[in-house]
């Protein structure tokens, strides 16, 4: 597949993998605006070095970021290094709940409760197996509302998935693997409509992949 | 009646071609702080840069001071969906009450044409039943104006947008200066339902230009209208009314954040307003005063230029301001076809229904809603997606399903509560203001809504062909916090936009909403504003 050579993400078939065989995005970038490529095109390069969290903290928040996000191996979107450079401009949303920290104090704070979570079997969450990580992070999200070290549980949630969803759907070869173009100035789209495509977009190979029949098989 | 170019020639100012005129931002007037000039408005959005305009035009010294840029569409507007986080209100704010309404990227903007620079586009009009909710329904309050009031400055708005739409058979029926776009694959599986249903649907009424419209182009389909438009086709202030607003000599001077509006404690009256620019305090000196920064920051403006007469916050003497600030609920509800619909291919807005608007006697619940096309693109589809509880290896199997997903909004009409408002925190911003603190908490008729307005949307999917749906709540859009009232112990504006406690001091934007219906609100604020300026210039709202 031509998105080989760049690198397209790991993602396995159950999982939703090569359902767009050869759709490259990068490969249209001579068709985007200036701007936009150089907005786009950065987050191929080196990822931006870590300032905002500790070495610790780092740690935790690559393993969440790999269970949140399915990344297992090697090439990864940085999701962390992403998030990282957010929260050392404080490029957030700029909103809090009432009752909760900002995002920088919230991020610090749910990463000090994953450790704690994981210090009960005798970790670290970071060093804590892979299904070991699962559950703690289930547990998190079956929590609901309900408090989960002094905080609402939904709500750290929340703030974990926004933040790691942001990063990870930024990502050309995030947007390969759904079949989003990306960006579409100057070029536009000229063939929109139901099972309509552009000379450059390609079909889904696996369209009965739904994950509703799937879950039921 | 005049053609849109002999009243607001901004389309025509315009460059041939996506960009700015930048000869007239170099050639724009300047004023000094020192001058007293005929108005100073606060904020370059929706409501304050059609005032802008209108005053300019009437020949009146004016300059709007915004907080945020003076955007350039060529150059600092991308593509891209994590690349647009600037064009949003980012300053710190505490949300609260029973159930919190997240701000920044969903309802609030920043910079020269305000919020509009990154709303979706559509501009529907209120019904005539907004206006009398309480005498008619029971709930929500009556306006200090009519629909009939303010229909002939729809109708103007509409041509200067201009808006594209089907004949409108809700509320007034009318119909739109341009004809509907073309719909894509949303939109079809929209119509495609909705005829399954037997609801109508309608294609429009967005304010994105069905062809050349002055010098601005054709619409080319890319569906990033909530990153900005960068080809010019989709409406914002920015390229409808500022042009305009600074060939007949308006200013406007943008990154100056206002922090006070300052009161004559012996003639009662507002002789001008602070404001920090690049860091450093500035006064304008006005002989009146006009605020528009939307329903949170504008009574935080008021609420933070306390004195010795209005120790509450001014304009706040019977604890009006901040207070009935609505949102709308907006509950988005997906589909799942076999087929692909590419739903990022196209502007969000495309079909709409307001059959559901209007209160059914049948139903436990007043007033109604609205249903929508809304296309997210993948980090916000990737929200839908993860707030279903998928994460890990089902949220990325989910995601790969994208281009087979269709997604409908719906607008609630949540009711307007005097507990739902802005106060001050005991935070501070970085000019060492107090921040708005926003409780929200929704009432049962509001909930109701919410769940009606899903299942209408479920059967559209369905009635389409759609497998599978899932929903997210949202909430969209904010207006009140300043509202328009017949009398001052019920609101803080007149029916003209003027305070009842300041008489030199307007306020035309989102925030003197008394209602909200089901519609999306910018053209009803720009056209409360046409009509303040309208008032003001006639001079029949002089004091
Ligand atoms: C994602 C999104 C989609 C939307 N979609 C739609 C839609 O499809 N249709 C629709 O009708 N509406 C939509 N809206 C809402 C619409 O954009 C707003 O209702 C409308 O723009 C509000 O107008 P306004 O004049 O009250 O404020 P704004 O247009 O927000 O203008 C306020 C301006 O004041 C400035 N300001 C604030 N405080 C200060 C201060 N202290 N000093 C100086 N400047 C200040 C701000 O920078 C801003 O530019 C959408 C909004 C969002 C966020
Ligand atoms: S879809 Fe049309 S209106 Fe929307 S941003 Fe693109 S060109 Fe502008």
Request: net charge positive; aromatic share 14%; proline share 9%.
């Given at each position: 597949m031509s998105g080989g050579t760049r690198g397209r993400l790991p993602l396995n078939e159950a999982n939703g993998?090569?359902?767009?065989?050869?759709?490259?995005?990068?490969?249209?970038?001579?068709?985007?605006d200036d701007v936009t490529t150089s907005v786009v095109l950065a987050r191929l390069g080196m990822p931006p070095d870590i300032?905002?969290?500790s070495a610790a903290e780092e740690a935790t928040a690559s393993a969440l970021c790999d269970q949140l996000l399915g990344?297992?191996?090697?090439?990864?979107?940085p999701v962390v290094n992403m998030i990282d450079a957010r929260l050392a401009e404080n490029q957030t949303d700029g909103w809090h709940y009432e009752g909760m920290a900002p995002d920088r104090q919230a991020w610090r704070d749910s990463l000090a409760g994953l450790n704690q979570d994981a210090r009960q079997s005798g970790h670290v969450f970071a060093q804590t197996p892979w299904p070991g990580q699962s559950a703690i992070l289930q547990a998190v999200l079956d929590l609901g509302s309900h408090q989960w070290h002094g905080m609402n549980a939904s709500r750290v949630w929340s703030l974990w998935t926004r933040y790691a969803c942001t990063a990870f759907y930024s990502h050309p070869w995030a947007w390969e693997e759904i079949g989003f173009a990306g960006p579409a100035y100057p070029?536009?789209?000229?063939n929109p409509g139901v099972d309509k495509l552009e000379p450059f977009e390609v079909a889904d190979?696996?369209?009965?992949?739904?994950p509703l029949r799937r879950g039921e098989s | 009646m005049t053609g849109v170019r002999d009243r607001n020639e901004s389309a025509w100012l315009l460059?041939?071609?996506?960009?700015?005129?930048h000869r007239l931002r170099e050639d724009m007037r300047a004023f000094n702080d020192g001058d007293e000039v005929d108005a100073v408005i606060v904020g370059c959005g929706a409501g304050g840069a059609t005032m802008l305009q209108r005053l300019a035009r009437a020949g009146w010294s004016a300059v709007a001071l915004d907080a945020g840029p003076f955007w350039d569409p060529e150059t600092d507007?991308?593509?891209d969906e994590a690349g647009?986080?600037?064009?949003?209100?980012?300053?710190p704010r505490v949300i609260g009450g029973d159930d919190p309404v997240p701000l920044g990227s969903n309802n609030s903007g920043r910079g020269v044409g305000g919020s509009m620079v990154h709303y979706a586009g559509y501009t529907p009009r209120f019904h005539p039943s907004d206006f009398r909710m309480h005498s008619q329904d029971g709930v929500g309050a009556d306006w200090p104006i009519d629909y009939t009031d303010l229909k002939p400055y729809y109708a103007d708005i509409e041509g200067e947008l201009p808006v594209s739409g089907e004949d409108w058979p809700w509320g007034d029926p009318h119909s739109y200066p341009q004809r509907p776009h073309p719909v894509s694959g949303n939109g079809d599986m929209f119509l495609r339902g909705a005829l399954a249903c037997g609801i109508t649907a309608k294609v429009g009424p967005v304010?994105?230009?069905?062809?050349?419209?002055g010098n601005r182009p054709h619409c080319?389909?890319?569906?990033?209208c909530l990153q900005g438009c960068k080809v010019n086709a989709k409406a914002s202030p920015l390229i409808t009314h500022v042009p305009d607003a600074l060939a007949r000599g308006g200013e406007v001077r943008a990154d100056s954040m206002v922090t006070g509006i300052e009161v004559?404690?012996?003639?009662?009256?507002a002789t001008g307003v602070r404001y920090n620019r690049r860091g450093r305090e500035h006064f304008q000196r006005a002989r009146m005063v006009i605020v528009a920064g939307y329903s949170i920051e504008t009574p935080r403006l008021l609420l933070n230029?306390?004195?010795?007469?209005?120790?509450?916050?001014?304009?706040?003497d019977f604890d009006q301001?901040?207070?009935y600030l609505m949102v709308q609920g907006a509950p988005q509800t997906a589909g799942r076809f076999d087929?692909?619909?590419?739903?990022?291919?196209?502007?969000?807005?495309e079909v709409s229904t307001e059959q559901f608007y209007e209160t059914d006697p049948?139903?436990?619940?007043?007033r109604g809603f609205s249903v929508q096309t809304v296309s997210p693109l993948p980090i916000t589809w990737a929200e839908h997606v993860a707030a279903q509880g998928h994460w890990g290896d089902g949220l990325r199997q989910y995601m790969s399903d994208y281009v087979h997903w269709s997604c409908l909004g719906a607008l609630c009409d949540f009711l307007p509560q005097p507990h739902n408002r802005v106060i001050l925190s005991e935070e501070k911003d970085r000019f060492g203001l107090p921040i708005a603190h926003f409780n929200y908490s929704q009432c049962d008729n509001d909930k109701a809504l919410m769940r009606a307005a899903q299942s209408v949307m479920e059967d559209i999917l369905h009635g389409a062909g759609a497998d599978e749906v899932i929903t997210i709540d949202r909430y969209a859009h904010l207006v009140g916090g300043a509202r328009m009232a017949s009398g001052e112990q019920d609101g803080v504006v007149d029916a003209n936009c003027r305070s009842f406690a300041v008489p030199n001091l307007y306020i035309t934007d989102?925030?003197?909403?008394p209602t909200q219906g089901s519609a999306n609100p910018a053209l009803t604020i720009m056209a409360v504003a046409a009509r303040a300026a309208d008032r003001l210039i006639q001079g029949s709202a002089h004091d």
């Open positions: 993998g090569g359902r767009f065989p050869g759709f490259d995005v990068v490969g249209q970038s001579k068709h985007w300032r905002f969290f990344q297992r191996q090697e090439p990864r979107v070029r536009g789209y000229k190979a696996k369209p009965d992949q739904d | 460059p041939a071609g996506p960009g700015l005129n507007w991308v593509s647009s986080h600037h064009l949003y209100w980012t300053e304010a994105i230009s069905n062809g050349r419209f080319i389909y890319r569906g990033f004559d404690e012996r003639t009662g009256r230029s306390a004195s010795h007469r209005f120790p509450d916050g001014l304009c706040n301001v901040g207070r087929a692909e619909v590419r739903m990022f291919k196209a502007p969000p807005p049948a139903k436990p619940y007043k989102g925030s003197v909403l």
